[in-house]
């Protein structure tokens, strides 16, 4: 099994800064995408940031410019830093990774998702 425990988050005023960062535990033999997503109320899930192992990375178009993802790969562990934060960024912030379990499942192709528990974000004045 495979725990993501992630970290940070809280409360900022507009035009703050703040950091969240997730680490996996557990049965792994590799990662392969991380990324996180958000979820506001009375709205969908939506993914904010993706990377892959080598560093590629890619942004939903409203964090573009604001948000950088990384990805420590010894550490198995995934950050999120939010600059020129809007309200409108409020939102539960869940990390998800895409793990093999073992090299057998890596040989196959056989990745997992899992997801963080959420950490919450409120931006407010």
Known sequence: QVQLAESGGGLVQPG?????????????FSINDMGWYRQAPGKERELVAAIAPGGSANYA???????????????KTVYLQMNSLKPEDTAVYSCNA???????EFRM???????GQ???VTVSS
């Open 98 to 104: 895409e793990v093999y379990s073992s090299l057998l």
């Open 118 to 120: 959420g950490t919450q």
């Open 16 to 28: 703050g800064s703040l950091s969240v960062s997730c680490a996996a535990s557990g049965t792994i």
């Open 109 to 115: 192709g056989r990745k997992v998702n899992y997801w």
């Open 61 to 75: 178009d409203s964090v573009k410019g604001r948000f950088t993802i990384s990805r420590d790969n010894a550490k």
